[in-house]
């Protein structure tokens, strides 16, 4: 697409479009050299693998109670040890994947989607502009967790309830950071160009200046998959998530918590997981926003 | 800068305006029939009916707005609490000492962690120190709260006993003691705004140190240390003020959470039990007065910001 929006730009323009499109090719190749990028892209692949795999990788049934052997620690038999109504930890953390990376992921994809959306209409009619940016900003004035806690509680447990008060909640942040871009390369003279062949605002958005606005949201995609994990790990922690029944990770934490003194592994696994994951997007997100600003290049 | 005041506190009133219809809204976003709600399953019809008068609600919407708004921004009245039947105010009230003293706690973690870790950092520019602290700041950042404060309890309280694993003392009947009861739980509230905060300090004090005055300094033949700490971390400390606002709400995020782990009968407590009780004007409450906290604390970082860079010139 970008390159349509680069054979559409006059003689003036030719040099900055260039330099973008050289740009373009070299951040997916810093990216591939950057080191950390790499090491995070690869911890996250692995965890949606294992999300998606779960049935085939997963040793016992996670919700299969064993009486029996309830609280015993790491052994052959359990990995990762039993939780108190003797289920097997390990795979509990290996289902626990769906839900985390599952939630990650739609409200990542999603609140980047919407946000885009917002910002791109911000960005291009100034009247619209005032009256939505200053409701983002009033959406934003609320702590983000507490925000989310409410919206649960109005909307009630359920993982499609967590996806969208966790997408109303980060979906602001990135309107403002697309209305932002939006308004730099609107004024590029291949958007003049393409508007004076005639194209409409709609064909201007979405033809020229969407794709040249992505990549700061992609790294924000990253950072929102990785703040959705965890916020998604406290809702149920606290026990306003999707419903306890339900293996998550929050979830394994929130009873774990309360045998912690006798079966400490019930909380430690869990928790191991969460921080991977956040921690292998956030890393992506850093090498991706590094492999972007070409301030940081070289250093 | 009086003009500047003025003209900033003008931008305040389409955002309380926006905040208070957000509040407003949420409640009404509920599924159902609030009144029908908040009276329960077994409610007969006109027990419904007078809950619903009680409410407000058999009025338009436009005019139960109007007289909610003027309740709280005039009165500072947030209604009553469904369940426990008193003010929101006084029961948010009661609550708010543990709060802040672990929003508190938290605060002085992240600048005890976070101002050091990236000064340190940015001194020592991509070196193994640089690395060693910003891989821990990114792990910072990836580690949730309640789990850290797990983690805490196991290490020190099971583990070696040192401090208390959950609890509360209040200032008037501890004393000192009572801040042994914050440690913790301050400790698992500050380490990802402090992480936030060591990179903020980190970046911004690497671009300082390639200014030019920084330069002229060491040529002059300023030892290296009156360098870093008169000239450039006077002028690094300026950017992360603008995150305050952010660090704030952080703080108040963690501190809800942190509160179920180390069991503090705090306002955080309060809320995540107004949720499972479905006490609407309580969640209303706690989520309006955050967001005043949150708006006032970016209205002063930008005040303060007009007062300490002379650069920001206010038009």
Known sequence: MSEKAIAASPQSGVLGHANRLRSRRHWIWTLFENRTAVVGAIIVFVFFFVALAAPLLAPRDPLGLDVLNKLRGPSTAHPLGTDQFGRDVLSRVIYGARLSMGVGLSVGLVSVAVGLLLGLVAGFYNRVDSVLMRFMDALMAFPSIILAIVLMGILGPSISNVILALTIVYTPRIARIARASVLVVREDVYVEAARSTGASDWRLMLRHVLPNILSPLITQASYTFALAVLAEAALSFVGVGPSPEIPSWGNMLSEGQLVVRQAAWITIFPGLAIVLVVFGANLFGDGLRDALDPRLRGD | ?315
Not at chain 2, 292 to 311: E, S
């Open chain 2, 1 to 315: 800068m009086a003009r500047y005041l003025s003209r900033r506190l003008l931008t305040l009133i389409p955002l309380l305006f926006l905040v208070a219809v957000i509040a407003f809204g949420l409640v009404r976003m509920t599924p159902g029939d609030p009144a029908a709600v908040v009276a329960g399953p077994d409610a007969t019809p006109e027990q419904v009916a007078r809950i619903r008068t009680a409410m407000g609600l058999d009025r338009s919407l436009p005019v139960q707005f109007v007289d909610w708004t003027e309740r709280v921004f005039l009165h500072g009245d947030l209604g009553d609490s469904l369940v426990l039947g008193q003010p929101v105010m006084k029961v948010i009230l009661q609550r708010a000492q543990p709060t802040l003293l672990l929003a508190i706690m938290g605060a002085f973690f992240t600048m005890l962690l976070g101002v050091p870790t990236g000064i340190f950092a940015a001194v020592r520019h991509n070196s193994w120190v640089d690395r060693v602290l910003m891989s821990g700041a990114i792990i910072g950042l990836s580690i949730p709260n309640f789990w850290l404060g797990l983690l805490l309890v196991l290490t020190f309280s099971i583990h070696w006993s040192i401090l208390p694993p959950s609890g509360f003392v209040s200032l008037q009947d501890g004393g000192i003691t009572s801040i042994k009861y914050l440690v913790l739980p301050g400790l698992a509230i500050g380490a990802s705004s402090a992480a936030f905060l060591a990179r903020m300090v980190r970046s911004s004090m690497l671009d300082v140190l390639r200014q030019d005055f920084i330069r002229t300094a060491k040529a002059k033949g300023l030892r290296g240390r009156s360098v870093l700490y008169r000239h450039a971390l006077k002028n690094a400390m300026i950017p992360p003020l603008t995150v305050i606002g952010m660090l704030v709400a952080n703080l108040a995020s963690g501190t809800v959470i942190i509160e179920i782990v180390f069991n503090v009968p705090g306002a955080g407590r309060l809320l995540i039990n107004s949720v499972s009780r479905r006490d609407y004007p309580v969640m209303q409450g706690v989520i309006i007065i955050t967001a005043f906290i949150y708006i006032l604390a970016n209205l002063i970082v930008d005040i303060l910001y007009g007062l300490i860079d002379p650069r920001v010139r206010y038009e």
